[in-house]
Nanobody, 124 residues
Framework: QVQLVQSGGGLVQAGGSLRLSCVNS????????MAWFRQAPGKEREFVSA????????QYGDFVKGRFTISRDITKATLYLQMDSLKPEDTAVYYC?????????????????WGQGTQVTVSS
């Protein structure tokens, strides 16, 4: 059973940075397509960023505009999201997601496994 354990959220001032982590447990040695989504209060969950199971191509939501960077450390079975130049509108619960399939068009329904969510709050 795949379990995604997230860490790294918190409170930061506008313009600041945070790094989110998502550990895939147990470490099976297999790679997964992985992604970050977020959900703000009263809003639908939206796509933030994704990286496929095979390859290094990354995708980002339109609102990211070069501020976030997704990366992975396969040896640690960990996915990261480096978030810089944070804005108050980035306030949300951030979720990591994983799926054993190669996913080139990320959307909520394509990921089988989800982390517990971590709160990111950006103050103005």
């Amino acid at each position: 059973q795949v379990q995604l354990v997230q860490s790294g959220g918190g409170l930061v001032q506008a313009g600041g940075s945070l790094r989110l982590s998502c550990v895939n447990s147990p470490r099976t040695g297999s790679t997964y397509s992985m992604a970050w989504f977020r959900q703000a209060p009263g809003k639908e969950r939206e796509f933030v960023s994704a990286i496929p199971r095979i390859g290094l191509s990354t995708q980002y939501g339109d609102f990211v505009k070069g501020r976030f960077t997704i990366s992975r450390d396969i040896t640690k079975a960990t996915l990261y999201l480096q978030m810089d130049s944070l804005k108050p509108e980035d306030t949300a619960v951030y979720y990591c997601a994983a799926d054993p399939q190669q996913i080139l068009f990320p959307k909520i329904s394509t990921y089988a496994y989800w982390g517990q969510g971590t709160q990111v709050t950006v103050s103005s």
